[in-house]
């Protein structure tokens, strides 16, 4: 079951990168407004809040590159 799994998601890679490009976007998107949304209950301005959650998150373009 696993090798299968591994295989769909190879093919899916393949010839959907697209929209998987387009899900783990939002999907990384989602989980930095979330670490926002947590620094800014935790009384941070809306710019320290969201330079803190990019550190949590190591950077988008960092995030994305350790996905790939």
Do not use: K, P, V
């Amino acid at each position: 079951m696993q090798n299968l799994r591994a295989i769909w998601q190879r093919l899916r890679g393949i010839f959907g990168g697209e929209q998987a490009d387009r899900e783990f976007a939002a999907e990384l998107e989602s989980h930095l407004q979330m670490h926002i949304d947590d620094n800014l209950r935790a009384g941070m301005t809306q710019q320290e809040a969201r330079r803190q959650a990019l550190i949590q998150l190591g950077g988008l373009e960092q995030t994305r590159q350790a996905y790939r």
